[in-house]
């Protein structure tokens, strides 16, 4: 069974920093990019970041990059989003997701963790 669950969310000022980690068990990791994605209320979702855990290429929106970085670690089967610089439209909750290539209707999902930055 596929499973991904989000963790690292929480409160922060403008202008921090916040490492979200994505533990994944249930699939050979080394085949599948993990992706992140945002919701904000009244939002529709969005993506964030994208790792393909083959050839360890990414992808970012544009509006996270120079301040989001992700990253892999096939021994642990995690993924890591290292925000820094975060303002307060990056608030949402935040999910990682799965599939044999980065798009934005990955096949599998976990539940979210909330990102909050105060003004």
């Known amino acids: 069974e596929v499973q991904l669950q989000a963790s690292g969310g929480g409160l922060v000022q403008a202008g921090g920093s916040l490492r979200l980690s994505c533990t994944t068990s249930?699939?050979?990791?080394?085949?599948?990019?993990i992706g992140w994605f945002r919701q904000a209320p009244g939002k529709e979702r969005e993506g964030v970041a994208c790792i393909s855990n083959s050839d360890f290429s990414t992808t970012y929106a544009d509006s996270v990059k120079g301040r989001f970085t992700i990253s892999n670690d096939h021994a642990k089967n995690t993924v890591t989003l290292q925000m820094n610089s975060l303002k307060p439209e990056d608030t949402a909750v935040y999910y990682c997701?799965?599939?044999?290539?980065?798009?934005?209707?990955?096949?599998?999902w976990g539940k979210g963790t909330q990102v909050t930055v105060s003004s």
């Open positions: 997701a799965a599939d044999w290539v980065c798009t934005a209707n990955m096949n599998y």
């Open positions: 249930g699939f050979t990791f080394r085949d599948y990019a």
